[in-house]
């Protein structure tokens, strides 16, 4: 008996075509919630895009349903939490839109150079006026490319065709990848003083929010030119419009917005912005591509078969999941503090487990700790079906190793990350239901990550050293509430942990940097 599929969603026909000799395919569209509640226990399968809300509530009414898939990159109107309790697989395609998203920029890139849609709104009004419209050419001006993804590398493959000069900014690609994708890597400060045009290809996350503020934006030269046609907000589009106004930017081209629809935006309003609602990925033949590819991944998961693009982590065996479970917290704040506490290019992950976390399947916690390693400048799900896919993908070595003992806990996660810059070292275990970080570099210490913020300073151990930390936090009136010291040995090197109830700004955190024998300080989020 042929597997029933539910297509709620307009997506390609061609999608459907791959569907219907293995399954009984129906299509139905703009259903409304109760009444896809009411139909979902008969199908096995249900594919959608963006339009239907596939809520917990969904899920439970799909005694069926192995597999849900998503016409496109994201899963934000799934459930996945709920499909992953229910043991029910999402599936996405990540990689159809790319080549579209790519064309877009370039596209944008393009129109920026020339004033192309400025012109054609003149002649279309009646006026025959060149003035005000002398362009640029594109060849031999340096493009910024900030995130090399899979659409940062292909607008990197097509800039080149153009004979640009490219520079990339992107903290977690090797530089065997940058190599071979014919790019240099430079920091984000070097990237916003060269460049002539820049583009940004990342995810919006609490990292990447503002990445591109006034701050930056006073960094770049007058004629450089901005595109986004990632996410809204990477870029803060008034201290855009502002800088656009003011003639310390030339120009821009949007395709994003934090708000959509965006009638309103700020950016609208100037001459110099060029705008589209969201059409990156609008061409036909990404929308074929995402429709075939979910199509494909729906019927290997009917077939019981793994995905290519699984965003939620498959089901692991109740003795593994009662053991391992617990632990991916842990393996979640361990490897967010090491990717904070780091300086420099990623190029080498070391897992290490040590005591009875050794004895069982890891793939789980990897995957968390990828993911959380990566979560900056990836949309990408991480799970342990594609999470050493993501790490090659960017040149990155991720190694494994298991120890059966464990001399001070009964089970320990280290993550340890290699850069340009040098390898810092995270450990953690569990303890009374809670993480605690147990180990910083060469330090050994106790902290539990229960949010908020938090200042970690290299210094030299001396008398009246951290009464001069408290003299810089009181002046800012920021509240330590908690405090600990580590140390090698006494009157040297140490590490010093607080808690503080308001975020450093950059000026206060220099404070902290002057006082003598204060080495590093660095602002972490747990």
Known sequence: MKPKILVADNIAEEGINVLRPEA??????????????????????????????????????GEKLQ???????????????????????????????????????????????????????????????????????????????????????EVARMAKGLEMKLIVYDPFVSAEKANHTGVELVSLEELLKRSDFIT????????????????????????????????????????????????KVAGAAVDVFTKEPALDNILLKSDKVIVTPHLAASTAEAQTSVAVDVAEQVLTVLNGQPARYAVNVPLISPETALMVTPFLAVASDVARLCIQLAEGRLSTIVIKYEGEIADYDSSALKATIIGRLLESMTDERVNLVNANVIAQSRGLKVVEQKTAKCENYASL??????????????????????????????????IVPTGGYWIFSDHLDRPGLIGAVGMVTGAADINISSMLVARLKPRGPALMVLAVDEQLTEEQRQRLLAIPDVHTAKAVKL
């Open 24 to 61: 009984d395919v129906e299509i139905k569209l703009k259903l409304k919630p109760a009444e896809l509640i009411d139909i979902i226990g008969s199908y096995d399968a249900l594919v959608v895009r963006s339009e239907t809300k596939v809520t917990a509530q969904v899920i439970e009414a």
């Open 67 to 153: 597999v849900i898939g998503r016409a496109g990159i994201g899963v934000d109107n799934i459930d996945v939490d709920a499909a992953t309790r229910r043991g029910i697989v999402v599936v996405n395609a990540p990689a159809g839109n790319s080549i579209s998203t790519a064309e877009h920029t370039i596209a944008l890139l393009l129109s920026l150079a020339r004033h192309i849609p400025q012109a054609c709104t003149r002649l279309k009004s009646g006026e025959w006026k060149r003035e005000g419209f002398m362009g640029t050419e594109v060849r031999n001006k340096t493009l910024g490319i900030v995130g090399l993804g899979r659409v940062g590398s």
């Open 200 to 247: 940004v290809h990342v995810p919006l996350t609490s990292v990447t929010k503002g990445l591109i503020g006034k701050k930056e934006l006073g960094m770049v030269k007058p004629t450089v030119r901005f595109i986004n046609a990632a996410r809204g907000g990477v870029i803060d589009e008034e201290a855009l419009y502002h800088a656009i106004e003011e003639d």
């Open 413 to 446: 996660i280290t993550v340890e990350v290699t850069t340009d810059k040098g390898t810092t070292t995270v450990s953690g275990t569990l303890m009374r239901g809670q993480t605690h970080i147990v180990r910083v570099n060469s330090y050994w210490l106790d």
